[in-house]
């Protein structure tokens, strides 16, 4: 599917929600992509896009930087303690703050550097084990938490299971972020992004349904 036709499904998914045209950021997510369909992307006038590895960004946008102006970059996949400051001097946007380890990391490094990334609340609306981010039960604390370090949390971010309906995650995150003051809603993926956009979503994250299949390294 063509990114043009990714934007035009997000614009009718917004009219349709009676919510005004542009209110929702399309995150092109990057991850595993070659360089070659990253910048045929970048071409085509798109520049925020989503990294799940610290690393694997370190690589690849650097280089885009000097070639492309305007890159809006977002970390969506998880972080590990000692790969924050990386992640801070690269990406405008972290959607994946779970833990008060990793918060108190982050204000320590903005006041090194003088400057932080603006920040999502990652929230396990399923309460999956096996899944990142703070329990829903949580979250008011860790908000509040997270304010008093004078950390710049700008939303709320989920994943929903992918064995059930991602309305009532989409629903419970809305209503988290209404309840703390929250604007920002990371919600919504390629398969589901008209759906967030329906119960408000302000961020999508679309890789698939823009970039084809990834192409894993084989193991």
Known sequence: MSLQE????????ELAAGRATGSTILIAVSKVQPNQRVASVLDEGQRCFGE?????????WPDFAQQYDGLDLHLIGPLQ??????????FNC????????????IARLAQELGKCPDLFIQVNTGEEPQKAGILPAETDDFVAECRA???????VMCIPPVSEDASAHFTQLAELAARNGLSGLSMGMSSDFEQAIAHGATHVRV???IFGARAYAET
């Open 81 to 90: 303690s000692n790969k924050t400051r990386q992640a801070m001097e690269l």
């Open 149 to 155: 370090l004078d950390l710049p949390v700008q939303g």
């Open 52 to 60: 799940n590895r610290v690393q694997e960004a370190m690589g690849k």
């Open 207 to 209: 890789g698939s349904a």
């Open 94 to 105: 972290i959607h994946t703050l779970d833990r008060p380890k990793l918060a108190k990391a």
């Open 6 to 13: 990714i934007r035009s499904r997000i614009q009718t998914a």
